[in-house]
């Protein structure tokens, strides 16, 4: 599908709005809910999970359904972005995100404007950030090689558990890190804490892509079993 990239830019703001205001708002609902933190984190596990398959389901035709530069900088080097459409990309994302916890403030009666004080800093949580984005791209590459129809899910149902078996509870998304820092809630994290955070979600973009580079490299120099009859 040929589509301008004005249309492109605006489903990935939208689908990361979407995706930012569900983190934040639920998280936001279920910390108001219960005071059992494994219970409130459930609840926002759940609804993120949910709402990743259905907003890549309905954008990914229009713009891949990135929502992320960290997948973003994989497809430009895969080179089926250019650095400029790249760049575009990636600042529609982070100012969806932005928009999204703002909007999550204001549906349930918050101050608008807030930075977080939750710390998330550390080599656990950075290696755990590594290792979020490492499976999630990774994910995403042998889903589009294997069953192209089933990436939406695979992306929700990855994203699902790695919330709970990443110590940073999974945000691998530099412009969702970015947003949540803008949110002094039960999503949010520590302004101070966001450069490792990203640095550490790109290395481990940069790493699933070596291994899937790799790993799903179509082998040399073997001549097809048919070709010999």
């Known amino acids: ?23 934040v708002g639920s998280g936001i609902m279920a910390d108001r809910l219960t005071d059992d933190v494994a219970l409130a984190l459930l609840g926002n596990t759940l609804p993120t999970g949910a709402i990743l398959v259905v907003l890549i389901t309905i954008l990914a035709p229009i713009s891949g359904a990135h929502f992320n530069p960290a997948v973003t900088l994989v497809f430009a080097l895969r080179r089926d972005l250019t650095a400029p459409w790249a760049a575009a990309y990636v600042a529609a994302q982070i100012a969806g995100g ?18 977080s004080q939750t710390v998330r800093s550390g080599s656990a949580q950075w290696l755990a950030e590594i290792v979020a984005t490492f499976g999630l791209v990774f ?28 110590a940073s509870t999974s945000f691998a998304n530099p412009a969702v890190a970015i947003a949540r820092a803008l949110s002094n809630t039960f999503a949010g994290i520590r302004p ?6 990203i640095i550490a979600e790109l290395a481990g973009a940069a790493l699933a892509v070596a291994l899937a580079s790799w790993m799903f490299a179509k082998p040399r ?3 097809p079993k048919e070709a010999t009859l």
């Not at 932005?98 to 930075?115: C, D, K, N, R, S």
């Not at 994203?159 to 709970?164: F, G, L």
């Not at 101070?192 to 955070?197: E, I, N, Q, R, S």
């Open 1 to 23: 599908m040929d589509v301008r990239l004005s249309r492109r830019l605006i489903a990935e703001l939208l689908g990361t709005a979407i995706l930012v205001a569900t983190v």
């Open 98 to 115: 932005v928009f999204g916890t703002l909007v999550a403030h204001v549906m349930f009666e918050l101050p608008i404007f807030q930075l």
């Open 139 to 166: 994910t995403i590459l042998a889903g589009i090689r294997a069953r192209a129809d089933a990436v939406p899910w695979l992306v929700g149902l990855y994203i699902t558990a790695a919330y709970w078996f990443t």
């Open 192 to 197: 101070l804490d966001v450069p490792a955070f």
């Open 221 to 223: 120099g073997i001549v």
